[in-house]
């Protein structure tokens, strides 16, 4: 009932910066929020940041905080994620996810929907 697309991976050097973009479309009248995961190789999913939908409240991780910037844009239906001062540790794919379940907003288990995942190379 609703897709998500991503968009604004790629390749950068320590302490460059990269946006995500992720746009959603179909039934999202209903969304009570949006965050960013990522999944490193090897590694378990791990939350990075989100955003209720509303009032634009936000969470972070404690290993973005600082560093990374979630945002959207309601006319777009679109939620980013300004990712600054990138180390490899930021290496992984990016995956895109919303609920419409009224909850914690930083557990994966929560986000009925997601994208396909974008790939983020941070090189020394």
């Known amino acids: 009932q609703v897709q998500l697309v991503e968009s604004g991976g790629g390749l950068v050097q320590a302490g460059g910066s990269l946006r995500l973009s992720c746009a959603a479309s179909?039934?999202?009248?209903?969304?009570?929020?949006m965050g960013w995961f990522r999944q490193a190789p090897g590694k378990e999913r791990g939350f990075v940041a989100s955003?209720?939908?509303?009032?634009?409240?936000?969470f972070y991780a404690d290993s973005v905080k600082g560093r990374f910037t979630i945002s959207r844009d309601n006319a777009k239906n679109t939620v980013y994620l300004q990712m600054n001062s990138l180390t490899p540790d930021d290496t992984a794919v990016y995956y895109c996810?919303?609920?419409?379940?009224?909850?914690?907003?930083?557990?994966?288990?929560?986000?009925?929907?997601w994208g396909q995942g974008t790939q983020v190379t941070v090189s020394s």
């Open positions: 179909g039934r999202t009248f209903s969304t009570y929020a």
């Open positions: 955003i209720i939908w509303s009032g634009a409240s936000t």
């Open positions: 996810a919303a609920t419409t379940r009224i909850g914690s907003v930083v557990h994966g288990t929560q986000y009925e929907y």
